[in-house]
């Protein structure tokens, strides 16, 4: 049954179903679509993206010293659990102690989805329940790297200071 056939059926003219059918066939016309992204404005007082993601920098070296591994190790995409231990705790203390820091942030800096970020954080709070030296390893590495993360501060204020006299 060819196009004539359709159209003692249908109604329609060969004509314009042939029409139809070359314009269904041919390949949508290209349409420009420009988003322009306003920045979002930031609130006052907001430290910069950037000194956050710093801190969680020195949370990840801070913890890959600790465990004796490299942080490109520890960001790999390697499972064995001598790599995963050290990740998940450096995501679990990034949350805690880089302030306004959220699971997306960390997730961009660990090379990490959100949810693993927020698995880490379960699984790290679930063992140091179950499993107090390694409640105490954690607590150990959270005062090191506030210790470390205040000497940074402290030299960056300083530097400021001598920048403004």
Known sequence: MGVHGVVSKGG??????EEFLARA????APREVVHEKK????????????????????????VAQFYGLDVDEMLSPRRQPHIVRPRHVAMYLSLRLAPKVNYPQVGRVFER???????????VRARMD????????VRKLSARCCVVLEELEKRR?????RAFT
């Open 130 to 137: 179950t499993d107090p030296e390694f409640a105490d390893e």
């Open 39 to 62: 920045p979002r404005p930031r609130r006052k007082g907001s430290p910069a993206p950037q000194s956050r993601i710093g801190r969680v920098a020195v949370i990840q070296s801070v």
């Open 25 to 28: 066939a041919a390949p949508p």
């Open 12 to 17: 329609y003219s060969p004509t314009k179903i």
């Open 113 to 123: 989805d959100h949810t693993t970020v927020m698995h880490a954080e379960k699984r």
């Open 157 to 161: 204020k300083a530097q400021m200071e």
